[in-house]
């Protein structure tokens, strides 16, 4: 028995949760980190679902029938602590207790450069918003990197680790009800799919590990090192 479509979306949230969980309950070192960017991400993730992404990428049904409902809320909260964190837990990293100078300024930069450029790639220039995040999370990653280039690895595994934490969130759509994706993915996507996913949200769930993963060690000034054996 299939699940009804505005329930899909909630249910498939769960895997986040739980991975959300897990990693908080693992290290207590990490978990100010997690809530502080939990809660940014959260923000801004709902922001840009309304703005960008339901436009011309998705229209999820959601349980109260509104265009951004809870659902977008839990997704957003849980995987912005998960890519804070993803690569520091698996990787077995801590921060140094040395720190370098806080880049309040830069970090608040990137957000907003971030914001401007998906706005007038997606609204001006008339790019999708798939094509308009990705240039703006990718040259916006590279600009961060550029100034901390330690932290090169702490992106890419981040990049890796989200695309794989995502995989349970689509893989419980298609368990629970296979035809969810086609009725709530738009025609401007591309079609391209694998393992039953569109290829977008992979890519897009890799860009946003590769930005996300190593902003918090940037905006307060962290480095990181492998956790010594005792």
Known sequence: MQVPL???YLVATIPLVLIWIILFSLRKDLRQEMFIM??????FGVGTLYYWFTIDWWRPPVIIGVRIGIEDFIMSFTTGGIMAVIY???????YYKRKL???VVGAFTI???LAQATTWLFW???LTSFWASTFAMG???LVMLFFRRDLFFNALGSGFMMLIASLPFYYT????SPEWINKTYLPTLSGVRITGIPIEELVFWFLAGFLWGPFYEYWKGERLRKILNK
């Open 6 to 8: 505005n329930m899909v």
């Open 38 to 43: 939990s809660t940014l991400i959260c923000i």
């Open 88 to 94: 520091e837990v698996l990787f077995k990293q801590i």
């Open 101 to 103: 100078r806080h880049h």
């Open 111 to 113: 957000l907003l450069l």
């Open 124 to 126: 001006g220039v008339g």
């Open 139 to 141: 040259v916006i990653s």
């Open 173 to 176: 759509i298609i368990l629970i």
